[in-house]
Nanobody, 115 residues
Framework: QVQLQESGGGSVQAGDSLTLSCAVS???????MGWYRQAPGKQRELVAL???????EYGDSVKGRFTISRNNAYNTVYLQMNSLKPEDTAVYYC??????????WGQGTQVTVSS
């Protein structure tokens, strides 16, 4: 069982920055990691992915504003969020992809951006 613990959420103003962290148990350096978000009444959507080799992928709505990174020494994945907008308001979830069919989720952390 892989455990994920997100932190760093909160309430900010539009234009502010925020960094989310996700601490992960297990053989972290083998996992592809991702951040997803879900706003009220909407489906969960991809925010950013980082492979175990460091390759990154971003959702269209966050490209150029958000940066995903990982520190294998600390078993942690980060999401640096800049130029936040009210539409970024959502619960943000950390995801660990173990195999093509096995993935684990964190409990989520709330990000609220006010205008």
């Amino acid at each position: 069982q892989v455990q994920l613990q997100e932190s760093g959420g909160g309430s900010v103003q539009a234009g502010d920055s925020l960094t989310l962290s996700c601490a992960v148990s297990g053989t972290f350096d083998r996992y592809a990691m991702g951040w997803y978000r879900q706003a009220p009444g909407k489906q969960r959507e991809l925010v950013a992915l980082i492979g175990n080799g460091g390759r990154r992928e971003y959702g269209d709505s966050v490209k150029g504003r958000f940066t995903i990174s990982r520190n294998n020494a600390y078993n942690t994945v980060y999401l640096q969020m800049n130029s936040l907008k009210p539409e970024d308001t959502a619960v943000y979830y950390c995801n660990a992809r173990i195999t093509a069919s096995v993935a684990y989720w964190g409990q989520g952390t709330q990000v609220t951006v006010s205008s």
